[in-house]
């Protein structure tokens, strides 16, 4: 193994302070390794060495303390620490290719191949501006974008004679234009007539606004677009770099939704989150408050760079708003002139072409046509036929349909005679509608059993139980009551009938309130389980109101506890087996052993069952008789473990015996303990007797 | 029937404030000791106080007949028990301890703390009067051991709804008394409590030496003798001019149980026969005589004129009676 060798041990170092002469010798050389040999070292090049030479105390940062396997840090075998690097301040720039991950890292071939094809663009269609390199006019790249393929109205222009670049329409008879202008003949040619540009509205002018919008007043803009329509197709995506090129105007203050806090003009007095009505109070007394002067900082409008409004558009927009309509009429109030259609309309109109005297049209009005032309309408006004009539000519069978009158009675169709003055309204006849329409008496209880609402029949028979014994609502309402108990008997299925519906009341109203009571009588149903053994009803609250006598009644009486039957018994003198009740305690042993007795078994035996009586009780916690009966058991049989297997079957058969044991009668008319009859005197004289009694 | 000791003979007086407790002490009863609510207990000797006697006007001056003063208790003393070897003695108070004091020494050997509440009562019980039983205000009774030096009790008793007013030990069994109306009685032997329902809240408790019988005073002006057998009452013990409905008195059987003695609200002492409870005497505690007729009750319902406490000596025909006037007054046959 070989070890870090230690500074001082190293060639360069010890060489150079005595290198021996290479040719003479002289004396004995000492051993190199001699360590400290009392010439100055710095700090810096000293260095520990254990006992062994080798280097200790490496350095926080090369490996420190006696580093690595058995101090093997910097050495062949050993780990090689390098010069820490804080990578704190540059994270990425030590680090080529570092911890900075792509997606690429984890793509293999097939991946790759796929990312650098998806890098490919193509179109989908030919285009007609790829490769037309004349064609790169003006339209940018607007030929990119336009499909070569042809459109149905190109192409059934063009199956009717037209050509690419043509205008649509007859052919006009002009000169050709050639460079060399021969006016001479006029009537030279047939040309089809010129391409009339298709206007081309742009999206800003298409106006998607409401009724009574009124813009920014925008007029730079509006002349910004003419200058912009002028010049080539409306390209919208290409406006912006050309609006960016433009000089910027400024921009007027817009009005919209909210104003932010970003709107903010500077003023102080301006609250952007101010709610609510703007209420001026007049600070000072006695006179009124002069308009708002411009604060003294800010001149009025120097927060808006002077804007030029050209005369000339004014004007131009005035006569626009000024102008009429077609027909003589200012626009409506909201509307405005469109005024690029001005132009449209402006082309002038060509006279109808004048029929040439003596023309005749081949298609000529036959001479046989009747002179007495009837239209349909009049035609129909002369037949006295109506309806019914027509159907019966028209052979149609006539509906099974009945009139109104078929359904109305006598009176009521002289009445409707009387008032419409008609007397030739049908008979009326008063039949009963058909079968499935009856509305009356017989369908209406049956849409009304609908609106009664269902209510658990058990809960109904417990919320009434609970109205028999205790608390029901609707105290303060008797008839109301009533009608909730009625509604519950219904729906405990004591009743059948419907619930009851006053003269004046609603079916809505009469249907809510048996709503009411269903969700009342869920509300307030008996308590069960748990729940009810915690709560008690109230007693009424309402008393008879009877005057004077009120003010000494409290507001709520205590509600009596029931009674404890032993307090009773015991108030009423019956002491005895009424007013006792005994139960088990368990007293601790120390207890015990202080009283000297012996702790009670751990079931206390029932008391008073046999007629020894409690002294003897307490005295004996096992009664004698039972003991010598265990006693006398455990001798003749052994106890139970050590039984043999034959006196199991003995024992068994001796069971029977020993369970037999008899029943108390209990008499359930007689109270033994009640009706016992006092002890007699002497009995007292025997216990309290004085022994000078007799003196 | 033997007379009824009706003459006074003896005055004991010193007390600052009313006397709730009165014990003789045991064996011949020579000794009475006294607890009061000026928080003293005062050991006297009956026989050197005379009926005449008055208290001393100096505070430091000893009154005739007092042997020792035992001051520890930071409230009303409530209650004294000698033990049967009569070197000891249990005192309960207001300041809910219970005290355990040396005669001679007038030093407290144990102090017991633990209740809630103001200790009603504090007895001797078990064997070699090894236990304390206190009841309190607190409703608890609480057993507390003499012999060990233990801090807490033996065991705690808290079947009571209200404050136990009085407490008995009788041969194996804890008798507590409740303001709850109920007397309760635990028998350590079977593990069993018998609970007596009286129905009006229960002051006081003295059982026979027979320990079958019980006699308990309760808050309707009844004094009432139980069959402890099976809760019956043998007899109720009333007067017209008994009152006791609103204040803790004592009352105690006497005369070899012959007798039943007990104070009122309203100064008299009333003296029933246990077989007949026809009404023996009455007597007015700060007139220092027997009363005879029905008795004077106008206007003397005032604090002072309560008979809290009345002992009965059960080694001569001699009782004592303590009122809220501060005096004891020790009645007798002859002087």
Same mark, same amino acid.
């Given at each position: 193994?070989?070890?870090?060798?230690?500074?001082?041990?190293?060639?360069?170092?010890?060489?150079?302070?005595?290198?021996?002469?290479?040719?003479?010798?002289?004396?004995?050389?000492?051993?190199?390794?001699?360590?400290?040999?009392?010439?100055?070292?710095?700090?810096?090049?000293?260095?520990?060495?254990?006992?062994?030479?080798?280097?200790?105390?490496?350095?926080?940062?090369?490996?420190?303390?006696?580093?690595?396997?058995?101090?093997?840090?910097?050495?062949?075998?050993?780990?090689?620490?390098?010069?820490?690097?804080?990578?704190?301040?540059?994270?990425?720039?030590?680090?080529?290719?570092?911890?900075?991950?792509?997606?690429?890292?984890?793509?293999?071939?097939?991946?790759?191949?796929?990312?650098?094809?998806?890098?490919?663009?193509?179109?989908?269609?030919?285009?007609?501006?790829?490769?037309?390199?004349?064609?790169?006019?003006?339209?940018?790249?607007?030929?990119?974008?336009?499909?070569?393929?042809?459109?149905?109205?190109?192409?059934?222009?063009?199956?009717?004679?037209?050509?690419?670049?043509?205008?649509?329409?007859?052919?006009?008879?002009?000169?050709?234009?050639?460079?060399?202008?021969?006016?001479?003949?006029?009537?030279?040619?047939?040309?089809?007539?010129?391409?009339?540009?298709?206007?081309?509205?742009?999206?800003?002018?298409?106006?998607?606004?409401?009724?009574?919008?009124?813009?920014?007043?925008?007029?730079?803009?509006?002349?910004?677009?003419?200058?912009?329509?002028?010049?080539?197709?409306?390209?919208?995506?290409?406006?912006?770099?050309?609006?960016?090129?433009?000089?910027?105007?400024?921009?007027?203050?817009?009005?919209?939704?909210?104003?932010?806090?970003?709107?903010?003009?500077?003023?102080?007095?301006?609250?952007?989150?101010?709610?609510?009505?703007?209420?001026?109070?007049?600070?000072?007394?006695?006179?009124?408050?002069?308009?708002?002067?411009?604060?003294?900082?800010?001149?009025?409008?120097?927060?808006?760079?002077?804007?030029?409004?050209?005369?000339?558009?004014?004007?131009?927009?005035?006569?626009?708003?000024?102008?009429?309509?077609?027909?003589?009429?200012?626009?409506?109030?909201?509307?405005?002139?469109?005024?690029?259609?001005?132009?449209?309309?402006?082309?002038?109109?060509?006279?109808?072409?004048?029929?040439?005297?003596?023309?005749?049209?081949?298609?000529?009005?036959?001479?046989?046509?009747?002179?007495?032309?009837?239209?349909?309408?009049?035609?129909?006004?002369?037949?006295?036929?109506?309806?019914?009539?027509?159907?019966?000519?028209?052979?149609?069978?006539?509906?099974?349909?009945?009139?109104?009158?078929?359904?109305?009675?006598?009176?009521?169709?002289?009445?409707?005679?009387?008032?419409?003055?008609?007397?030739?309204?049908?008979?009326?006849?008063?039949?009963?509608?058909?079968?499935?329409?009856?509305?009356?008496?017989?369908?209406?209880?049956?849409?009304?059993?609908?609106?009664?609402?269902?209510?658990?029949?058990?809960?109904?028979?417990?919320?009434?139980?609970?109205?028999?014994?205790?608390?029901?609502?609707?105290?303060?309402?008797?008839?109301?009551?009533?009608?909730?108990?009625?509604?519950?008997?219904?729906?405990?299925?004591?009743?059948?009938?419907?619930?009851?519906?006053?003269?004046?009341?609603?079916?809505?109203?009469?249907?809510?309130?048996?709503?009411?009571?269903?969700?009342?009588?869920?509300?307030?149903?008996?308590?069960?389980?748990?729940?009810?053994?915690?709560?008690?009803? =109230?007693?009424?609250?309402?008393?008879?109101?009877?005057?004077? #006598? @009120? $003010?000494?009644? &409290?507001? +709520?009486? !205590?509600?009596?506890?029931?009674?404890?039957?032993?307090?009773?018994?015991?108030?009423?003198?019956?002491?005895?087996?009424?007013?006792?009740?005994?139960?088990?305690?368990?007293?601790?042993?120390?207890?015990?052993?202080?009283?000297?007795?012996?702790?009670?078994?751990?079931?206390?035996?029932?008391?008073?069952?046999?007629?020894?009586?409690?002294?003897?009780?307490?005295?004996?916690?096992?009664?004698?008789?039972?003991?010598?009966?265990?006693?006398?058991?455990?001798?003749?049989?052994?106890?139970?473990?050590?039984?043999?297997?034959?006196?199991?079957?003995?024992?068994?058969?001796?069971?029977?015996?020993?369970? =037999?044991?008899?029943?108390?009668?209990?008499?359930?008319?007689? #109270? @033994? $303990?009640?009706? &016992?009859? +006092?002890? !007699?005197?002497?009995?007292?004289?025997?216990?309290?007797?004085?022994?000078?009694?007799?003196? | 029937?033997?007379?009824?000791?009706?003459?006074?003979?003896?005055?004991?007086?010193?007390?600052?404030?009313?006397?709730?407790?009165?014990?003789?002490?045991?064996?011949?009863?020579?000794?009475?000791?006294?607890?009061?609510?000026?928080?003293?207990?005062?050991?006297?000797?009956?026989?050197?106080?005379?009926?005449?006697?008055?208290?001393?006007?100096?505070?430091?001056?000893?009154?005739?007949?007092?042997?020792?003063?035992?001051?520890?208790?930071?409230?009303?003393?409530?209650?004294?028990?000698?033990?049967?070897?009569?070197?000891?003695?249990?005192?309960?108070?207001?300041?809910?301890?219970?005290?355990?004091?040396?005669?001679?020494?007038?030093?407290?050997?144990?102090?017991?703390?633990?209740?809630?509440?103001?200790?009603?009562?504090?007895?001797?019980?078990?064997?070699?009067?090894?236990?304390?039983?206190?009841?309190?205000?607190?409703?608890?009774?609480?057993?507390?051991?003499?012999?060990?030096?233990?801090?807490?009790?033996?065991?705690?008793?808290?079947?009571?709804?209200?404050?136990?007013?009085?407490?008995?030990?009788?041969?194996?069994?804890?008798?507590?008394?409740?303001?709850?109306?109920?007397?309760?009685?635990?028998?350590?032997?079977?593990?069993?409590?018998?609970?007596?329902?009286?129905?009006?809240?229960?002051?006081?408790?003295?059982?026979?030496?027979?320990?079958?019988?019980?006699?308990?005073?309760?808050?309707?002006?009844?004094?009432?003798?139980?069959?402890?057998?099976?809760?019956?009452?043998?007899?109720?013990?009333?007067?017209?001019?008994?009152?006791?409905?609103?204040?803790?008195?004592?009352?105690?059987?006497?005369?070899?149980?012959?007798?039943?003695?007990?104070?009122?609200?309203?100064?008299?002492?009333?003296?029933?026969?246990?077989?007949?409870?026809?009404?023996?005497?009455?007597?007015?505690?700060?007139?220092?005589?027997?009363?005879?007729?029905?008795?004077?009750?106008?206007?003397?319902?005032?604090?002072?004129?309560?008979?809290?406490?009345?002992?009965?000596?059960?080694?001569?025909?001699?009782?004592?009676?303590?009122?809220?006037?501060?005096?004891?007054?020790?009645?007798?046959?002859?002087?």
């Amino acid at each position: 193994m070989a070890y870090k060798r230690p500074r001082a041990s190293s060639p360069s170092s010890s060489q150079k302070r005595s290198r021996p002469s290479k040719y003479i010798s002289l004396g004995t050389e000492l051993p190199e390794d001699d360590g400290d040999d009392g010439a100055f070292v710095p700090v810096w090049k000293q260095t520990v060495t254990d006992e062994r030479g080798r280097r200790r105390l490496h350095g926080a940062f090369t490996g420190g303390f006696s580093a690595g396997y058995f101090n093997t840090v910097g050495s062949k075998e050993g780990w090689a620490p390098k010069t820490f690097v804080s990578s704190r301040a540059n994270r990425n720039k030590d680090q080529p290719n570092g911890a900075a991950q792509r997606a690429e890292d984890f793509m293999d071939d097939e991946d790759l191949a796929q990312a650098a094809e998806t890098r490919q663009l193509e179109t989908a269609q030919n285009f007609a501006g790829i490769g037309e390199a004349g064609a790169m006019k003006d339209d940018g790249m607007f030929g990119l974008f336009l499909t070569q393929e042809e459109t149905m109205g190109v192409k059934i222009a063009q199956s009717m004679g037209w050509r690419r670049d043509q205008g649509i329409g007859r052919k006009v008879r002009r000169n050709a234009r050639l460079e060399d202008d021969a006016a001479g003949d006029s009537a030279a040619h047939l040309f089809a007539p010129d391409d009339a540009r298709v206007m081309t509205v742009p999206r800003e002018q298409v106006r998607r606004k409401g009724l009574g919008y009124l813009s920014e007043a925008r007029l730079g803009d509006i002349v910004e677009n003419e200058v912009e329509r002028a010049s080539g197709p409306d390209l919208h995506f290409l406006q912006g770099s050309k609006k960016a090129l433009a000089v910027r105007k400024p921009t007027v203050k817009k009005s919209s939704f909210g104003v932010g806090i970003l709107n903010d003009t500077g003023s102080d007095d301006e609250d952007p989150y101010e709610l609510g009505p703007k209420i001026t109070f007049n600070k000072t007394l006695g006179k009124d408050k002069k308009a708002k002067k411009p604060s003294k900082f800010a001149k009025a409008g120097a927060s808006d760079k002077p804007v030029f409004i050209s005369k000339k558009e004014t004007s131009k927009a005035l006569a626009i708003s000024s102008r009429r309509s077609m027909d003589g009429n200012p626009p409506l109030a909201g509307f405005t002139l469109a005024a690029e259609t001005a132009e449209l309309k402006s082309k002038s109109r060509y006279p109808a072409p004048k029929i040439p005297s003596g023309w005749k049209s081949s298609k000529g009005v036959s001479a046989a046509t009747p002179a007495n032309f009837q239209s349909v309408a009049d035609a129909a006004k002369v037949s006295t036929l109506d309806a019914k009539a027509r159907s019966t000519l028209l052979g149609e069978k006539p509906l099974p349909g009945k009139s109104i009158f078929d359904f109305i009675p006598k009176g009521a169709r002289d009445r409707l005679a009387d008032l419409s003055g008609k007397a030739d309204l049908p008979q009326g006849l008063g039949q009963s509608g058909p079968e499935g329409h009856l509305p009356a008496a017989s369908a209406q209880p049956k849409d009304l059993w609908s609106l009664v609402p269902a209510l658990d029949k058990v809960l109904a028979a417990g919320a009434l139980a609970k109205g028999a014994t205790g608390w029901m609502p609707y105290a303060e309402d008797f008839q109301k009551r009533t009608r909730y108990v009625s509604f519950l008997e219904l729906r405990a299925g004591l009743k059948d009938d419907l619930p009851e519906r006053s003269r004046g009341v609603s079916i809505s109203d009469w249907t809510k309130e048996l709503q009411e009571f269903a969700h009342a009588a869920e509300v307030f149903k008996p308590t069960t389980g748990i729940m009810a053994s915690r709560f008690t009803s =109230s007693t009424t609250s309402t008393l008879p109101q009877n005057g004077g #006598n @009120e $003010a000494n009644e &409290n507001l +709520r009486k !205590p509600v009596a506890k029931p009674e404890d039957p032993a307090e009773s018994a015991a108030k009423l003198g019956m002491y005895g087996a009424m007013t006792r009740s005994s139960f088990p305690f368990h007293p601790s042993r120390l207890l015990c052993k202080r009283f000297n007795v012996q702790p009670p078994p751990d079931m206390p035996p029932a008391f008073n069952t046999s007629g020894t009586g409690f002294k003897a009780q307490t005295e004996e916690p096992v009664s004698k008789n039972a003991m010598e009966k265990m006693l006398h058991d455990v001798l003749t049989n052994g106890t139970a473990m050590q039984r043999p297997g034959w006196m199991g079957q003995a024992a068994e058969a001796a069971a029977p015996q020993s369970q =037999s044991v008899e029943h108390a009668t209990v008499d359930v008319e007689k #109270n @033994e $303990a009640l009706s &016992n009859e +006092r002890a !007699p005197e002497d009995v007292f004289k025997a216990i309290f007797g004085d022994d000078d009694d007799d003196e | 029937m033997p007379a009824f000791p009706t003459i006074p003979i003896a005055k004991l007086s010193g007390h600052n404030g009313i006397v709730h407790a009165v014990a003789y002490s045991s064996g011949s009863q020579s000794y009475i000791l006294t607890g009061s609510s000026d928080r003293t207990i005062r050991l006297y000797n009956p026989k050197k106080a005379p009926p005449s006697s008055v208290a001393p006007a100096a505070s430091n001056v000893y009154p005739p007949g007092l042997v020792n003063k035992y001051s520890a208790h930071g409230y009303e003393v409530l209650s004294i028990h000698v033990n049967a070897d009569n070197d000891r003695f249990v005192s309960t108070g207001g300041d809910k301890t219970v005290f355990l004091w040396d005669v001679q020494t007038a030093q407290t050997i144990r102090r017991y703390s633990g209740h809630a509440g103001r200790v009603n009562r504090g007895v001797f019980g078990g064997d070699g009067d090894s236990i304390i039983a206190t009841g309190s205000f607190d409703g608890t009774v609480k057993i507390w051991d003499v012999k060990s030096k233990s801090h807490k009790p033996i065991m705690t008793l808290d079947d009571a709804k209200d404050s136990i007013t009085d407490v008995s030990v009788q041969d194996g069994e804890i008798i507590s008394a409740s303001v709850d109306g109920r007397v309760r009685s635990y028998d350590i032997r079977t593990g069993t409590c018998h609970v007596d329902v009286i129905g009006y809240p229960c002051t006081s408790l003295d059982v026979t030496k027979k320990g079958t019988e019980l006699l308990v005073s309760s808050l309707d002006s009844t004094i009432r003798l139980m069959d402890r057998a099976n809760g019956d009452m043998l007899k109720a013990y009333t007067d017209e001019a008994f009152l006791n409905k609103d204040l803790r008195v004592r009352s105690t059987l006497g005369l070899n149980d012959s007798v039943v003695l007990s104070g009122s609200d309203n100064g008299m002492i009333f003296v029933w026969d246990i077989m007949g409870g026809e009404c023996l005497h009455r007597f007015k505690h700060s007139e220092m005589r027997e009363v005879q007729g029905k008795g004077t009750t106008a206007g003397q319902t005032g604090k002072k004129d309560v008979v809290s406490a009345v002992a009965f000596c059960t080694a001569r025909r001699e009782w004592a009676s303590a009122g809220g006037d501060g005096s004891v007054v020790v009645w007798g046959v002859e002087r």
